[in-house]
């Protein structure tokens, strides 16, 4: 009989531990997001903060491992515009480089007709409207299951809505034109409209409860993205800050486990767009409040429970998989506010396919193991020998995107993506650039292999790279007052930005090699639109 007694006892005070667990876990948490006042803020959700005084400058913190939180301290608030506004200062740098021949040369080959358009206007807008009824229907059911009543009118598609118009002017140039006014309002309109839904990402989504723990790259976790839905019906990728902006990647840190930075994402784009390439999807940073714009809206009941609060009372959640669910991974507000990228979703793969290729120079994502272009200083001659490398401007293209990623330290390009409408000869889509801006103070020269093994490099690309290179274009001077335009400046530190231009010198000496080698002809390729820039006189070849 005692013995029976004593196992009772143990038996309610293992059931009493379980629900105080319970209690203060989930309970609690719930309870304290209903008692917190819930009125939106006026106007921008930062501005309440910028009229307060700005706090003494913190010591920079000691580099995080992916292990730590990342929490948010941003002092991002609004920002008075300079005299002029943005680009059209009288000295504006930025403004000039714009203005150069090189940026006004008219594209080829020219744009003839609706072949050379992604999209097929009106089918896509029969395509978008049926998406707009589905989720109306959806948005009804939801409702009447969940026995609630809104008095929110049924979505329309417009038209005229930035992401529509974003959508129907790509080409096969790029994914913008120079001169379209849509990436500017379309960037404006994803930092302020409000969000109707958010969603994991469909990669994540395939790997929630499947997540093979003895992989050494896990696709998913130390990097959290969310799809956000808009109020005009546009989507973005959203990833959320992981680093505060003067930490650096530790040298010991292998490229497939770094941390995924938001400001990169924003600086991509900025640079892409300098550079005159036009093939990242604009993207802009905002703070986001995840209680009301993530957690209020998702009907997702997994990214519902991985909200919590923190000690601190700031709001996290983190990325549901097996060897990820734990909160010492979690992103946090502060309390509320959370820093983020947001980059434009393209149009669905329904209307534009697009076709996933791998990196001819991937890197090998073990902790031993070499590809063979990492040991071999001749294997371009062996790319170039198969198809589509050796009778197209692939390769050309794949150059392009090696410089890119050496400009702004991005070693995880393993795969690039083309839509396949536009053939063989299509533009590469820069996608997925938040490993880059890791490291400012160290140069990964392997990502150039690209260019030093196969020494050849499109006339257009070095003529951007050399009036870059001069101090009335400098990149770095160009680069810093783009970034001005973000909600979050400074999206990089200074000496991210000076490290650009030391990367751009080393570029042009390994063009510089290469022409010394092989001669011009054979490193520099020419087309139509090359020869016409170079024509203008107004930038001139350097060997």
């Known amino acids: 009989m005692p013995g ?9 005070l293992l059931l009493g531990a379980l629900l105080s667990a319970d209690l203060y876990f989930h309970l609690w948490p719930q309870v304290q997001r209903q008692l917190r006042p819930r009125e939106r803020p006026q106007g921008c959700p930062c501005a309440g903060r910028a009229s307060s005084p700005a706090p003494a400058p913190a010591p920079a913190a000691a580099p995080s491992a992916p292990g730590t939180v990342a929490r948010n301290f941003s002092r991002a608030g609004p920002r008075a515009e300079p005299a002029g506004g943005g680009r059209s200062g009288s000295g ?9 021949p090189l940026y006004n040369v008219p594209e080829e080959p020219p744009l003839l007709g609706p072949e050379d358009s992604l999209l097929a206007s009106q089918e896509a807008l029969r395509y978008y409207r049926r998406k707009v009824a589905r989720w109306n229907r959806r948005q009804k059911m939801y409702k009447e299951q969940m026995n609630l009543t809104s008095l929110d009118p049924p979505l329309q598609l417009r038209v005229e809505a930035s992401w529509v118009q974003f959508h129907l002017e790509i080409n096969r140039h790029g994914l913008y034109s120079r001169s379209s006014p849509v990436v500017s309002k379309l960037l404006h309109d994803m930092k302020r409209f409000p969000t109707i839904s958010a969603d994991y990402s469909q990669d994540e989504k395939a790997l929630l409860g499947a997540c093979d723990c003895t992989q050494i790259v896990k696709p998913s976790g130390v990097h959290l993205k969310l799809v956000l839905r808009f ?7 959203f990833k959320p800050m992981r680093q505060q902006r003067d930490e650096e990647t530790p040298e010991d840190f292998f490229y497939f486990i770094d941390f995924q ?3 990169a994402e924003i600086a991509a784009f ?9 093939r990242v999807p604009p993207t802009v940073g905002r703070l986001v409040n995840v209680t009301k714009e993530i957690l209020e809206v998702t009907k997702n009941e997994i990214l519902q429970s991985v909200f919590f609060v923190s000690p601190a009372s700031n709001v996290c959640f983190f990325a549901k998989c097996p060897y990820m669910c734990k909160t010492e991974y979690a992103v946090c507000g502060n309390p509320h506010l ?17 076709l996933s290729v791998p990196n001819p120079w991937i890197r090998s994502y073990s902790l031993a193991g070499k590809e063979e272009w990492e040991v071999n200083p001749l294997y371009c001659g062996t790319v170039r020998q198969i198809y589509p490398y050796n009778s197209s401007n692939r390769l050309l293209n794949v150059i392009d995107m090696a410089i890119f990623d050496f400009l702004i330290g991005n070693m995880d390009r393993h795969h690039y993506e083309m839509f396949t409408k536009f053939g063989d000869d299509g533009f590469l889509i820069h996608l997925d650039n938040a490993r880059g801006f890791g490291r400012h103070s160290h140069d990964e020269i392997s990502i150039l292999s690209p260019l030093s093994q196969c020494c050849m490099i499109k006339r257009k690309t070095l003529l ?10 400098k990149l770095s001077d160009v680069m810093r007052e ?55 006189g107004q930038a001139n070849l350097t060997k």
């Open 231 to 237: 109020s005009d019906f546009g989507k973005a990728m």
């Open 4 to 12: 029976l007694r004593r196992d009772r006892l143990l038996t309610l």
């Open 338 to 354: 959370l820093e983020g990228s947001l980059s434009a979703f393209l149009p669905s793969l329904n209307l534009a396919p697009r």
């Open 464 to 473: 951007h790279l050399q009036l870059l290179a001069q101090a009335d274009y």
């Open 92 to 100: 504006s740098k930025l403004q000039a480089l714009f203005a150069h």
């Open 261 to 263: 930075r938001h400001n």
């Open 482 to 536: 783009s970034l001005l335009e973000d909600q979050l400046t400074p999206v990089l530190t200074e000496p991210h930005l000076l490290a650009l231009d030391r990367r751009l010198q080393i570029i042009l000496r390994t063009v510089e090699r290469c022409i010394e080698v092989h001669g011009e002809q054979s490193v520099i390729a020419i087309g139509p639109a090359e020869q016409s820039a170079a024509d203008s």
């Open 270 to 278: 900025h640079l892409d767009r300098i550079l005159d390439f036009r």
